[in-house]
T-cell receptor, first 110, second 113 residues
C-alpha cells in the first residue's frame, strides 16, 4: 500500500502563531484529504486537494502531486484548532480506500 | 454535520460477545467504508462496499463481517469480542470509488471489558 508520512508528530503553539504541517506520500494519488480530529474524536473534513492550492479562512493547503507532498498551513492559530490533523490519500488502484498518516498532534495554548 | 450517521455512539460490552454497528451514508453516496482507529495502529481500513457489493477488504479480522443493504445503509458485525477490539470504529461514505471526497460519521466508541 501507499506510505503516508506526516511531520511533525507533535506541535505546541501559542495562540496567534502560524504553523505548517507536512504530508509526504510514496506513490501517485487520485485523492488527498486533510482532516481535523477534534478532542471528541470527530473527523472533520478540511480539504479535498489532490493537487493545487485551496484556502478556507485561516487554513490553506497545497498539494504538489508530482513531488508527492502536501502542506497544510494554519495561520493565527486558536485554541479550538487543537487536535490531531490527518492527511489521507487514495492511490490509483485502491478504489477509494484512504491510507492515513499517523497525524500531527497540535496543541494551542492561550 | 457530515451527513453520515453512525449508531450507537458508545458501546460497552463483555469479551466473547457480538455487536452490530450501523452506518447510514450521505444521501446519494453509493460507497461505504469502515475504518478502525486504535491507539497503537492508527486509522486502519477494514472494508469497502459499493452499491451493495463488497469491493475491497483491508485488515479485517475473520471475526468481523459487514454488509450493505439495498437502501445503502451498512452494518459492521463484530463477534467473539476481545479486549483488543476496543477502538473507535468509523464509517465513511463517498459518491463513487475513484477517489471522490470521503465524509466520516461521528464514530462508534467500542469498549470491551
Amino acid at each position: 500500500g501507499i506510505q503516508v508520512e506526516q511531520s511533525p508528530p507533535d506541535l505546541i503553539l501559542q495562540e496567534g502563531a502560524n504553523s505548517t504541517l507536512r504530508c509526504n506520500f510514496s506513490d501517485s494519488v487520485n485523492n488527498l484529504q486533510w482532516f481535523h480530529q477534534n478532542p471528541w474524536g470527530q473527523l472533520i473534513n478540511l480539504f479535498y486537494i489532490p493537487s493545487g492550492t485551496k484556502q478556507n479562512g485561516r487554513l490553506s493547503a497545497t498539494t504538489v502531486a508530482t513531488e508527492r507532498y502536501s502542506l497544510l498551513y494554519i495561520s493565527s492559530s486558536q485554541t479550538t484548532d487543537s487536535g490531531v490533523y490527518f492527511c489521507a490519500v487514495v492511490g490509483g488502484s485502491t478504489l477509494g480506500r484512504l491510507y492515513f498518516g499517523r497525524g500531527t498532534q497540535l496543541t494551542v495554548w492561550p | 454535520d457530515s451527513g453520515v450517521t453512525q449508531t450507537p455512539k458508545h458501546l460497552i460490552t463483555a469479551t466473547g460477545q457480538r455487536v452490530t454497528l450501523r452506518c447510514s451514508p450521505r444521501s446519494g453516496d453509493l460507497s461505504v467504508y469502515w475504518y478502525q482507529q486504535s491507539l497503537d495502529q492508527g486509522l486502519q481500513f477494514l472494508i469497502h462496499y459499493y452499491n451493495g457489493e463488497e469491493r475491497a477488504k483491508g485488515n479485517i479480522l475473520e471475526r468481523f463481517s459487514a454488509q450493505q443493504f439495498p437502501d445503502l445503509h451498512s452494518e459492521l458485525n463484530l463477534s467473539s469480542l476481545e479486549l483488543g477490539d476496543s477502538a473507535l470504529y468509523f464509517c465513511a461514505s463517498s459518491v463513487g470509488t475513484g477517489g471522490t471526497e470521503a465524509f466520516f460519521g461521528q464514530g462508534t466508541r467500542l469498549t470491551v471489558v
